[in-house]
């Protein structure tokens, strides 16, 4: 079982920056992917961190505003988020999994361990 805790959201202006953190032990051998929910709304893929080769794939609203990193000595993977927009507020969750399809990473089904998630506000 993986515990997943995430960290770091809040409240921000448009344009601005937040920096959002998933900590769990033994993060370093699972695929982690960012996934974010608001209210009405499915859930939405933002991005995933592969933990064999290090690829990494973005859903098309955050690509090129937001890039997932990881920090395997301290266990965390983070979702640094530039040029925030009103519509990337959400609850934001991470997720894990040991071994996915990498043509299913945009899919919640494919993690099987989530966070509590976070509340990220974007005012304009």
């Known amino acids: 079982q993986v515990q997943l805790v995430e960290s770091g959201g809040g409240l921000v202006q448009a344009g601005g920056s937040l920096r959002l953190s998933c900590a769990a032990s033994?993060?370093?051998?699972?695929?982690i992917g960012w996934f974010r929910q608001a209210p009405g709304k499915e859930r939405e893929f933002v991005a995933t961190s592969i933990w064999t080769g290090g690829r990494t794939y973005y859903g098309d609203s955050v690509k090129g505003r937001f890039t997932i990193s990881r920090d395997n000595a301290k266990s965390t993977v983070s979702l640094q988020m530039n040029s925030l927009k009103p519509e990337d507020t959400a609850v934001y969750y991470c997720a894990a999994t040991r071994v996915i399809n990498v043509a299913a990473v945009e899919g919640p089904s494919s993690y099987d361990y989530w966070g509590q998630g976070t509340q990220v506000t974007v005012s304009s």
């Open positions: 033994g993060l370093s051998t699972y695929n």
